[in-house]
T-cell receptor
Framework: AQSVSQHNHHVILSEAASLELGCNYS??????LFWYVQYPGQHLQLLLK??????LVKGIKGFEAEFIKSKFSFNLRKPSVQWSDTAEYFC????????FGAGTTVTVRA | GAVVSQHPSWVICKSGTSVKIECRSL??????MFWYRQFPKQSLMLMAT?????????EQGVEKDKFLINHASLTLSTLTVTSAHPEDSSFYIC??????????????FGSGTRLTVV
């Protein structure tokens, strides 16, 4: 069965700093990869997804992620964060079902 | 497009009672819906997969008789927490697959239901 590992439990950074959240999965076959964001008190929203093609995926709100097949990774990046990026971020992998990582809490200080 | 409406958004019930949570796909037909449970500061754990017109498939460790799932139509799936206890207090989220074979676009999520059992 596939599993998803997110390296950082809680990340605290200042506005304008760069953000990178790690995500690794364990499955040797074809996968579909997602990053979701959950703002305080709100439901999950899709940031970006990778199905196939260009491994560098651009999403909403200035986020991007890079799929590195050899490393089984799908790390999320944003060059310059804003206070409004404070949220919980989930990496998810779909093989036969959608499996989520434990999530990373991102706190951006103004 | 592809919106899933989940109700209620929060509910408080007494221990021993049952609570029903509804999930409706508003602008598409959802042949498959998923029910997740999320504990505070933790990830979403898949509880079960429901397919329209057939029995739900439960994940290991999820009590079928406690968490009753019904998917009677292409736009409605319900989760009933029976004989609720305080340990059932959690955030429950439904999700639907977007698109069909060859056009799959991922998943869309409901806004979640905060259940508190007192």
């Amino acid at each position: 069965a596939q599993s998803v590992s997110q390296h950082n439990h809680h990340v605290i950074l200042s506005e304008a700093a760069s953000l990178e959240l790690g995500c690794n999965y364990s499955y040797g076959g074809t996968v579909n990869l997602f990053w979701y964001v959950q703002y305080p008190g709100q439901h999950l929203q899709l940031l970006l997804k990778y199905f196939s093609g260009d491994p560098l995926v651009k999403g909403i709100k200035g986020f991007e992620a890079e799929f590195i097949k050899s490393k089984f990774s799908f790390n999320l990046r944003k060059p310059s964060v804003q206070w409004s990026d404070t949220a919980e971020y989930f990496c998810a992998v779909n093989v036969y079902k959608l499996s989520f990582g434990a999530g990373t809490t991102v706190t951006v200080r103004a | 497009g592809a919106v899933v409406s989940q109700h209620p958004s929060w509910v408080i019930c007494k221990s021993g009672t049952s609570v029903k949570i509804e999930c409706r796909s508003l602008d598409f037909q959802a042949t498959t819906m998923f029910w997740y449970r999320q504990f505070p500061k933790q990830s979403l754990m898949l509880m079960a997969t429901s397919n329209e017109g057939s029995k739900a498939t439960y994940e290991q460790g999820v009590e079928k008789d406690k968490f009753l799932i019904n998917h009677a139509s292409l736009t409605l799936s319900t989760l009933t927490v029976t004989s609720a206890h305080p340990e059932d207090s959690s955030f429950y989220i439904c999700s639907a697959r977007i698109g069909g074979t060859g056009t799959w676009g991922g998943y869309t999520f409901g806004s979640g239901t905060r259940l508190t059992v007192v």
